[in-house]
């Protein structure tokens, strides 16, 4: 079975730093797209992040330039969104997202529909 599991959320104060593994079973990521999003109750889902598992392009959003940073760990199958300097707007469930295409589109940042495999969300949560 085809799946994403994504962990690693919880509760930080403002500055403070969180990582989010998304782990696949029963595919590899070779050939994909691995993206990260988030999303507010009664809001679009917006993109984070995301990375190209062959030739390792990646693309971020410009509120978590320089803030956050998506790596992938081949061995473990596991690609990382590491979040330092949080603020309470971060707030949100995020989830991650993956798609087999080697072609790296800035279109797969804001376009959450181009992902066909979806883990469950975990929830981040910045306090002021």
């Known amino acids: 079975e085809v799946q994403l599991q994504a962990s690693g959320g919880g509760l930080v104060q403002t500055g403070g730093s969180l990582r989010l593994s998304c782990t696949a079973s029963g595919f590899s990521f070779d050939g994909h797209v691995i993206g990260w999003f988030r999303q507010i109750p009664g809001k679009v889902r917006d993109g984070v992040a995301c990375i190209w598992k062959d030739g390792g392009t990646t693309y971020y959003d410009d509120s978590v330039k320089g803030r956050f940073t998506i790596s992938i760990d081949r061995a473990k199958n596991t690609v990382y969104l590491q979040m330092n300097n949080l603020k309470p707007e971060d707030t949100a469930v995020h989830f991650c997202?993956?798609?087999?295409?080697?072609?790296?589109?800035?279109?797969?940042?804001?376009?959450?529909?181009?992902?066909?495999?979806w883990g469950q969300g975990t929830l981040v949560t910045v306090s002021s």
């Open positions: 997202a993956a798609e087999r295409d080697s072609n790296p589109n800035i279109m797969y940042l804001v376009r959450p529909s181009y992902f066909e495999t």
